[in-house]
């Protein structure tokens, strides 16, 4: 059974901030902060990250899941992924990721649904995720990121929960997706 909190506004408050390093791509602060109890922590590292992100779980008619076999060369491990990546300035979520499932798996198409969305580091990090469903998508081009997809392949709701089943999908972003389609009744 879960306990309301008795403290209705527990906000930590932000004393202080100091960058650390600044890109396109993510800011590092350091932070002081006074929790409610009136104690500091000095110096909690924050990543900040400019864009948002979105993943999508492409179905084809036949039912079946394409998948991207990427390479992650900060983890060094090659894994099948959804389609996914960052969401550009001024673009809806909904484009990004109708983007993303075409520069990645040449899939276009198809009806798209919200999932969910969820901050996968929320202890550290700002990032946010957006996650989307695509019923009835057909690959009609090539795949247009050959730099960051190495292949594309459509995979059975068998072989989804064996991959899952045998740990041989690496990515947070992908299971998480996967799972939550899986949640929702949609595979």
Known sequence: MSQEPKDKDPHWKVLRREPVYSSDWINLYKDWVQL??????????????VKEAVAVVPVNEAGQVMLVDHYRFITGKRGWE??????????TWEAA?????????????????????YHPSNGSSNQLFALYF???????APIHDTNEIIAARWFDIAEIRELID?????????????LMAFYKGLL
């Open 82 to 91: 959804v389609p996914a990546g960052g969401v550009d300035k001024g673009e």
């Open 166 to 178: 045998q740990n041989r999908i690496p990515d947070g972003l992908t299971l998480t997706s996967l």
């Open 36 to 49: 409610p109890d009136g104690s500091v922590i000095p110096g909690h590292h924050v990543i900040e990250y």
């Open 97 to 117: 990721a109708r983007r993303e499932m075409l520069e990645e798996s040449g899939c276009t198409g198809g009806e798209l649904a919200f999932m969910s969305q």
């Open 134 to 140: 695509a019923r009835g998508v057909a690959q009609t």
